[in-house]
C-alpha cells in the first residue's frame, strides 16, 4: 500500500521539475550590470511628511506620480545616471552604490534649486534586461524650518535601442536630467 502511495508523489515531483527551464532562466536572469538604454520611468509618492513639524519646503503629497526619461550610456551601468532613481528637479551625485547582478542599493546626496540644503536619498531595487522596480526614500537636511521625509515608488521599462546621453547642464554632477511632470 505505501508504495501506491509513493508512486504518485514520485511521479508528481519529476514533472515539476523535468522541464528544461535553461531558456526561461537566462531570459529572466539579471545582467552583471544595469543595462544600457533609454529607461521610462515612473514615480509615485507613498509617503510624505514634515520631519520638524512645520511646513515641508518642498509641495507633495501621497499619490503624486510623475514619469521621466533617462539615458544609461553604455559602461555605466555599474553607476547609472542618479536622475534615474532621483526623478526630476534633483542635482544627485552617489555616496555610495552596489548596483550588480539586479541588485540596486545606493544613497545619494541631492539639491534642488528651491531648497537651500540637502536631501539624502537610499535607493532599494532589484533590475533585469527589461526593467527594474526601487523604493527610494528621502530626508532632508535643510538650515532651517521645512525638513521632510517622503518614500517614493519607482518602476522603469527599458525602450529599444540606443540613447544619446544629453550634456548636463555647466556645474551638474548627476548626469542627464530627465524630462518630468512637476512633483516630488
Do not use: H
Not at 521621466?68 to 536622475?83: I, K, N, T
Not at 550588480?100 to 534649486?113: E, M, Q, Y
Not at 521632510?148 to 542627464?176: D, I, Y
Amino acid at each position: 500500500m505505501r508504495i501506491i502511495l509513493i508512486v504518485p508523489l514520485c511521479l508528481a515531483a519529476m514533472a515539476c521539475g523535468s522541464g528544461d527551464n535553461s531558456a526561461n532562466d537566462q531570459e529572466a536572469a539579471a545582467p552583471p550590470a544595469f543595462p544600457a538604454g533609454t529607461w521610462n520611468s515612473e514615480f509615485e509618492v507613498k509617503s510624505f511628511r514634515s520631519a520638524d513639524k512645520t511646513t515641508p519646503a518642498l509641495k507633495a503629497k501621497q499619490g503624486d506620480k510623475e514619469q521621466a526619461s533617462s539615458c544609461v550610456p553604455q559602461g555605466q551601468g555599474d553607476r547609472p545616471p542618479a536622475a534615474l532613481f532621483a526623478g526630476a528637479g534633483y542635482d544627485c551625485t552617489y555616496s555610495n552604490s552596489y548596483i550588480k547582478d539586479g541588485t540596486i542599493n545606493a544613497s545619494l546626496v541631492c539639491s534642488r534649486p528651491e531648497l537651500k540644503g540637502q536631501v539624502n536619498m537610499s535607493v532599494s531595487g532589484s533590475y533585469d534586461a527589461k526593467s527594474f522596480e526601487a523604493t527610494v526614500d528621502s530626508t532632508s537636511y535643510l538650515p532651517g524650518n521645512g525638513d521632510f521625509t517622503m518614500s517614493r515608488k519607482v518602476k522603469g521599462k527599458l525602450s529599444p535601442g540606443p540613447c544619446q546621453p544629453a550634456a548636463p547642464p555647466a556645474g551638474a554632477k548627476g548626469g542627464a536630467k530627465p524630462k518630468a511632470k512637476a512633483g516630488g
